[in-house]
């Protein structure tokens, strides 16, 4: 199961590599990096930049990224009718979705990591090698940054599966998440509940030892994984060619 899984991962990550839109994603996200490297001393970002960079790009730019991924991870295949080439294999459906749902999970780390490693190397380069804490604390922030942003991609693509347009599964996203952000705004006490924040699942227990806010969050981040996955799946099942 594993083996079979691990194999349709690699062709998903494959085909969305061959594919126009995560090379531009991925190549815009490089280029953000390193444009933040230029400008990070002119602005006040030299401080900390690797993680500075991933908190900004977390508030707008990552989850317009990850919606665009998400919402066109598979209902596109459905509208061109290149689903029924997959659907042939000997798999089960479950492991096709589950196949294309790491492959997006994995493309989005790609696209954090396109960003975070010219931010990181900058850094080294211009400031030298910070303490093991700190490039500890970084390493951490990366890992809630790419589990946050999966996330995005495993809701936009339920969003999309359900709504059956990648268009109009984009556009909900974005309206959703911005929604949430003004909620989580106006009512910070409720940003846990929407996780609107990568940064609220790590640092209270990277910075302030509070494990209890750190496991809190981190179990509904875990929650929505499970229903947008769940979601998702049955979507996907009940989808025809």
Known sequence: MIAQLSYLTGEELRKLLRGGKLKVLLLLAFLIGVF???????????????????????AIVFPLFMASLGSDLMVGEFKDRTIKHALKLPVSRESLFMGKMLAGWTAGALIVLSVFVPTLIGSLVLQGVPALSELGANLAELGAAILFCGLLVVLANC??????SGGVGLTVSVVLWMAMGVVGLLEPQSSRFLVTEFTDWVRPLLYAGDAGASISTLLFIIAYYIIGTILGLLSFQRKEI
């Not at 230029?38 to 960079?53: C, H």
């Open 36 to 58: 933040l490297v230029f400008i990070g001393d002119r602005i006040g970002l030299d401080d900390n930049l690797p993680s500075t960079a991933l908190e900004l790009l977390l």
């Open 159 to 164: 969003v999309a599966l359900w709504t059956g």
